[in-house]
């Protein structure tokens, strides 16, 4: 019977894909993590158990249907467990690779809290799409009719695409809009390859751009086109730039050279892995080999920038963070990856100066957590007369990112934002002040993760195609 390959728990124990050697990984770009076989899948979907009320679905930001996938998955039905986990999710091998499933579905998998060990969520879903991309099961945008309205997205990171597809699968014309030269904003430039290789993003924009949507690339909201021109062409428009300002430090020396943001690093990097010419990188300004780093912040950029650090030969490289490791907001299992690739983490400090006109050392404060703030996060304070100085040619600033003035930057006048520049939008239509515009992913809600930008991206479409509805039904009138 099918049900006898469920509620493996108790008898079969928790087991990922193979992680490639630390030694082995240190030397590429290539993803970590090997694929399952086919019976390992089945066997480690088999430990679900396919409880009443599935913690792992709720937790999902796109109450992805995981108790059923991972039943199909254990029974063989490989074809089936793809086309359910694609009805609530736009890019499921990508979100299988990055999503911190340490925080969200494994994190509250009710057999992980009877102390079994969660079932292997994330793994399974890569497994099941990546077989469906070489099967060939998942098939080419196909609108059953062309419609007529247009509509225009500025930005193609996973809010953007996710909203595109969708539109266009209900045959709308839709038309892209980015700043850089390959679509995919966050995905493809900022995250490294070791987490998701790019040719599993290019695939999907492949899709798009094959199933009709236009994308127009190195195209600047404000310098190549207004918003204005932008509004006036198209039914609708969505905004969905993320957000890439770079919080910065108040600190003496902060301004010397060797001192870069995350972002400027991560692309860099990311270029060079396209083939790219990078002149910042050439010159050993974005580059880390035979230098000494040190990456200050705590999330996930910042294990993204350590890693790719040691990736490029760096001598030594550290990570200070202000709290300690069990209040850090980057995913654990990032930060067990780095440790064995010789990252060395320098928890409860942070930066209070920089020596040199090129950084030549970091003055750190040593911390203490205090008490709770009103988030509930103890508050770091400083141990006064603890002060002492790491040695660093490399400096990468990864404190998170904050919202560009979009209505000055654009001349926008009634775009209406928060008090933290984020553009203010109706959290379940995504329709900002101004009729027929939407906003959605890390503009609207800041900065966060993937997941949460697809999820966004599939309320805006669902939003956009209700408008464009009621137009048509006025217009008929």
């Known amino acids: 019977m099918a049900s006898e390959k469920m509620l493996k728990f108790t008898t079969v124990g928790r087991d990922m894909p193979e992680k490639r050697a630390p030694d082995l990984r240190r030397t590429d770009f290539a993803e970590i993590y090997g694929e399952f076989a086919t019976e390992k899948a089945g066997q480690q979907a088999g430990r679900c158990s396919q409880c009443g009320v599935p913690y792992c679905q709720s937790h999902c930001p796109l109450h992805n249907n995981i108790p059923d996938w991972l039943r199909l998955t254990a029974e063989g039905r490989l074809q089936e467990a793809y086309e359910v986990s694609q009805e609530t999710n736009t890019f499921p091998e990508i979100c299988g690779r990055i999503c911190p499933q340490d925080r969200l579905c494994e994190g509250n998998c009710v057999i992980e809290q009877a102390g079994h060990g969660t079932v292997t969520i994330g793994a399974v879903e890569k497994y099941i799409n990546d077989t469906a991309w070489d099967e060939g ?55 490294p390859g070791f987490k998701l290789e790019k040719d599993v993003v290019m695939k999907r924009v492949r899709q798009l751009e094959e199933g009709g949507v236009s994308f127009r690339l190195n195209c600047e909201v404000g310098r ?40 400027d690093y991560l692309t860099a990097s990311n270029r060079k892995s396209f083939g790219d010419a990078v002149p910042e990188f050439e010159s050993g300004e974005l580059n880390a080999e035979g230098k000494r780093v040190i990456v200050i912040g705590g999330g996930d950029t910042a294990m993204d920038c350590v890693r790719t650090a040691v990736r490029q030969g760096a001598t030594s490289v550290k990570c200070l963070y202000r709290r300690d490791r069990e209040n850090m907001p980057g995913s654990q299992r990032e930060v067990s990856n780095a440790e064995e690739e010789g990252v060395d983490f320098v928890w409860l400090s942070a930066p209070k100066g920089f020596s040199g006109n090129r950084v030549e050392g970091v003055v750190v404060s040593k911390m203490r957590l205090g008490q709770p703030d009103a988030t509930g996060r103890q508050v770091p304070e400083v141990i006064e007369g603890a002060d002492y100085t790491e040695q660093a040619d490399l400096v990468i600033k990864a404190l998170g990112f904050e919202p560009e003035d979009l209505p000055k930057l654009w001349g926008v006048e009634g775009l209406d934002v928060t008090r933290w520049g984020t553009v203010l939008a109706d959290f379940q239509t995504h329709e900002t002040s101004l009729q027929g515009v939407y906003a959605c992913g890390d503009i609207q809600r800041g900065a966060s993760l993937v997941v949460w930008a697809i999820r966004d991206g599939r309320e805006a479409a669902q939003a956009i195609l209700a408008q464009l509805a009621g137009s048509a039904a006025v217009a008929a009138e």
Do not use: N
């Not at 695409?161 to 030269?181: E, I, K, N, P």
């Open 224 to 263: 190549d086109i207004t918003f204005e021109e932008i509004r006036a062409g198209h039914d609708a428009v969505l905004i969905a730039t993320g957000v890439y300002k770079t919080r910065d430090l108040q600190a003496p020396g902060v301004g010397a050279e060797g001192i870069v943001r995350a972002i």
């Open 137 to 191: 099961w998942v098939k080419p945008i196909r609108p059953a009719s062309e419609r007529p309205e247009k509509v225009a997205i500025i930005g193609s990171g996973p809010g953007g695409l996710a909203c595109a597809d969708m539109l266009r699968r209900a045959g709308v014309q839709v038309t892209v809009f980015d700043r850089h030269d390959r679509a995919g904003g966050l995905m493809t430039y900022g995250i």
